[in-house]
């Protein structure tokens, strides 16, 4: 069948079409036909370019454009005329098969959006599966998560700290609480001050009531409520015991939340506050939105020091529980560097230490003893023994989560001993395997100097321990 033919097949069957949607008005295009066909010899060319045959054509095609294809629609337009003027068919002819790719291009647009649609539930298939079935995807968990479960507010997280720091602060002053009355899961000594200060934290979620868990250095994993828990709080009631029973100000309160999930890692954690008990001055941050500062009724945002000169920087190491024949000789040279123009302090508290880079007092702090003990176990693991009379003691995850957190929502760099980040670190595991390593700077260029310096060093005294090892 021609193009012209199939035009008229599809106009006798437009027709009816046009009888059922305009019935009471079949007579008005008849009389305009008639009257277009009888003014035709006198007025050819007006005729030709008002074309009421085409526009009457266009008029009867509107409704079947709905119902069939486009393409057919344009045929049938220039397929009418041309039955009546032999002339305007060999024109129409010869710009026929223009018109064709018209309709090819139509037909697969429209073939293409039921395609997209029916890949569309396919694709979501994937996403959505895994979402439901299993534990989500680690880049999309804390999001879904935490569209479900609300997260615990800033004024939840300062109440609890400030009762925590109400019941210690007298003990602290004091310099009272030096008893030690147990050990923590990791082998940590446990003082009377930690005691008073895990009580208090149990004492007020009770009274909160609130749907949540919390898992502390002495009492693990512990809930109050009857309902199931929705937030999970990771709190070290004091960080820096032996500042704190000593009276000194290194001594902070640590608080961490995330939701509660299967094996939640340091990535899932939404926002933390870490006290000082002391002063009462707190820092905040929430994943996303940045760290400030808070103090009586002031808030302020971190300062961060921009000093990358090894000989002038203010550093921390932490001491406690860390083999001093293996991390001195390692720094040294530092210490023998900064100890003049810069400053080394001796680290008690992982948290304190790490909000002093948003003070602007220091500008690094490390913990790189640890490393020693995943490159090289068998060689060292007596010394780490000795150092802590009977237990391999390090940075457990819950000592470092909330100030990570604020150090990194600050703007400083902070990486473990290896320069990896800690995403992926297990949130509740405080076993031995799991302790961390620290490196954190104030400023990028600061963390690459310290992290060839450490690293030089190490590697120097793990190749001296092989080779005595070896004889």
């Known amino acids: 069948m021609s193009a012209v033919e199939k035009g008229s097949a599809v106009a006798t069957k437009a027709k009816p079409a046009k009888k059922k949607t305009s019935a009471k008005k079949p007579a ?7 009257a277009a066909k009888s003014k035709a010899p006198a007025r050819t060319k007006p005729a030709a370019k008002k074309a009421p045959a085409k526009a009457s054509v266009a008029k009867k095609t509107a409704a079947p454009k709905k119902a069939a294809a486009k393409g057919a629609a344009k045929v049938s337009k220039k397929a009418v005329p041309a039955s009546k003027k032999p002339a305007v ?3 129409v002819e010869k710009k026929q098969p223009a018109a064709k790719p018209a309709p090819p291009k139509a037909a697969p647009v429209k073939a293409a959006k039921p395609a997209a649609k029916a890949a569309a539930p396919g694709a979501a298939a994937p996403v959505s599966a895994p979402a439901k079935g299993e534990a989500a995807a680690k880049p999309d968990r804390r999001r879904v998560l935490a569209a479900r479960n609300k997260v615990l507010s800033k004024d939840f997280l300062h109440k609890l700290a400030d009762a925590i720091r109400t019941a210690v602060l007298p003990l602290v002053e004091e310099a009272k609480g030096r008893e030690i009355v147990g050990a923590t ?20 979620l009770k009274l909160q009531r609130a749907p949540v868990a919390y898992y502390s250095e002495d009492a693990g994993y ?21 500042a704190a029973k000593s009276g000194f100000e ?30 009462g001055r707190y820092f905040y941050a929430e994943r996303g939105e940045g760290a400030r500062v808070y103090h009586d009724k002031s808030t302020r945002k971190p300062r961060l020091s921009e000093n990358e000169d090894l000989e002038t920087i203010a550093w921390s190491m932490t001491v406690p529980g860390r083999p001093a024949e293996l ?10 560097t900064t100890s003049l123009k810069g400053g080394f302090f001796a680290c008690n508290s992982t948290a304190y230490s790490l909000t002093r880079l948003l003070t602007g007092q220091q500008d690094a702090a490390v913990d790189f003893a640890g490393r020693f003990y995943k490159d090289i176990p068998d060689i060292v693991q007596d010394y780490f023994i000795n150092a802590g ?28 001993a290896f320069g990896k980040s800690f995403d992926d670190v297990l949130l509740l595991d405080s076993s031995p395997a799991n302790h961390q390593t620290l490196v954190a700077a104030s400023n990028p ?12 060093r190490v590697r120097q005294l793990e190749e001296l321990l092989k080779r005595r090892a070896a004889k």
């Open 185 to 204: 899961a990791s082998g940590d000594a446990t003082f009377e001050l930690d005691a008073v200060a895990e009580r208090a934290l149990m004492q007020h």
């Open 389 to 416: 009379r009977g237990n391999v003691l390090g940075i457990a995850p819950y000592d470092l989560v909330a100030a990570l957190l604020i150090a990194q929502e600050s703007g400083c760099t902070v990486t473990n």
């Open 250 to 279: 290194g001594c902070v309160i640590s608080i961490a939340t995330t939701r509660v999930i299967e094996r939640p890692v340091m990535s899932d954690v939404d926002n933390a506050l870490v006290m000082e008990i002391k002063s």
């Open 89 to 91: 068919p060999k024109a």
């Open 28 to 34: 008005p295009p008849k009389k305009k036909a008639a």
């Open 327 to 336: 991390i001195f000789p390692t720094a040294a040279r530092l210490i023998d």
């Open 445 to 456: 260029a600061l963390h690459r100097k310290l992290m060839t310096f450490f690293d030089t």
């Open 222 to 242: 512990s809930t109050f409520s009857n309902a199931q828990p929705k937030n999970l709080l990771v709190v070290d009631p004091v960080d820096g015991t032996r």
